[in-house]
């Protein structure tokens, strides 16, 4: 299976590059992962789609600051984007420009607050940072940080708290990118959804920038996935567990939800409380255990995501999906629209 059998063309001025007023407002293609029909909806609507005795599964990460400035002593600026937490003290960095940060090269952050020390080299030229600092490290940083937006968004975010979910948890903080599929709710339409008698619960998985790294090789199945850490909790379990036994069904919120969930379910398709890192790669051919939707976003060409979208439906579906997104000028990535596989 090759990379380029997941290209497809997207003109520039769809991509979306500021979140809308109302989260709710953005559009909601609806795709029949087992047919080819296709439905044009209001993202609000996508409560009809959820019925009593269903689970939809959240994450509930949230995104650090994670783009912070340093210089050195002689005044050199340096970007360093924080990637995954190596130890209490040391982070896996992306560092711009690299040549400035090479073995104990030394910076200081925020006037002080906070300083560096490059430790160690990691995989594709990224640096191990150990930092200093006064306090708790997320706090410092919030201080001192920046909302690392993805690189194809390059109008200024007034707003921060629209790169981050509704429902985050200020003491799950740790991704370098949002789980985007979950921009799209409020905290109103989390309530109309509760109301409805479908049960939400949360998965935790931190979002590295692995997720959006471009596939390299031609081969899709010589891509290797960076590693990101997770956090499945009995509660989580168990409400799962019983919705499939009761015959209700299990609705991702996102791509990172639907990885998570696939990495701890067994062979008989439970769900298993745990913890730890997951590499899992999901494309077409793939057998999902436990979920049976996806809410997702308008993803990249050529990118794990859109392979994992076909992987629930069929790829030549997918991509005729897209098709009809682009023609009907839906908006695409972070901060666009939402499809719905059902």
Same mark, same amino acid.
Request: charged share 30%; proline share 4%; hydrophobic share 35%.
């Given at each position: ?14 991509? #979306? ?78 560092? $711009? &420009?690299?040549?400035?940060? =090479? ?18 080299? @990691? ?11 006064? %306090? ?11 909302? &690392? ?22 003491? $799950?903080?740790?991704?370098?990118? @949002?789980?985007? @599929? ?16 479908? =049960? ?53 919120? %996102? ?28 494309? &077409? ?43 009907? =000028? ?5 901060? %666009?629209? #939402?499809?719905?596989?059902?």
């Amino acid at each position: 299976m090759k990379k380029s059998d997941f290209y497809f063309d997207l003109p520039d001025e769809l991509i #979306a590059q500021t979140p809308l007023e109302d989260r709710t407002s953005s559009k909601l293609m609806v795709l029949d992962r087992g047919s080819d029909d296709i439905e044009h909806r209001s993202f609000k609507d996508v409560l009809e789609y959820l019925n009593e005795g269903d689970c939809l599964v959240i994450n509930n990460t949230r995104v650090l600051p994670a783009r912070i400035y340093g210089y050195k002593e002689t005044g050199a600026k340096v970007e360093f984007l924080l990637l995954k937490r190596v130890s209490d003290n040391r982070w896996e960095t992306l560092v $711009k &420009p690299g040549r400035k940060a =090479k073995m104990d090269a030394e910076f200081i952050f925020g006037n002080g607050l906070m300083r560096g020390k490059v430790v160690g080299m @990691a995989d594709e030229g990224a640096r191990v940072i150990e930092f200093e600092y006064e %306090g708790i490290f997320e706090e410092v940083l919030e201080q001192i940080g920046q909302m &690392p937006l993805p690189p194809y968004i390059t109008e200024t975010l007034e707003d921060q708290d629209r790169y981050q979910t509704v429902y985050s948890d200020t003491d $799950k903080r740790g991704s370098a990118a @949002a789980p985007t @599929a979950g921009l799209h709710f409020t905290e109103d339409l989390m309530e109309q959804i509760r109301a409805k008698g479908v =049960k939400i619960c949360t998965v935790m998985l931190h979002v590295g920038l692995g997720t959006f790294r471009p596939v390299k090789e031609d081969e899709i199945l010589d891509h290797k996935m960076h590693s990101e850490y997770y956090e499945v909790t009995e509660e989580t379990a168990n409400i799962i567990n019983e919705t499939k036994a009761n015959g209700g069904k299990i609705i991702a919120v %996102g791509t990172t939800s639907t990885r998570t969930l696939e990495s701890v379910t067994d062979e008989n398709g439970l769900v298993q409380p745990s913890k730890g890192w997951t590499e899992i790669f999901i494309y &077409p051919g793939y057998e999902f255990k436990v979920i049976d939707g996806l809410i997702t976003n308008f993803h990249l060409p050529e990118s794990t995501l859109i392979m994992l979208v076909s992987a629930l439906s069929t790829q030549d579906r997918v991509l005729n999906a897209y098709k009809v997104a682009v023609e009907e =000028k839906y908006r695409f990535f972070s901060f %666009g629209d #939402a499809m719905l596989i059902k």
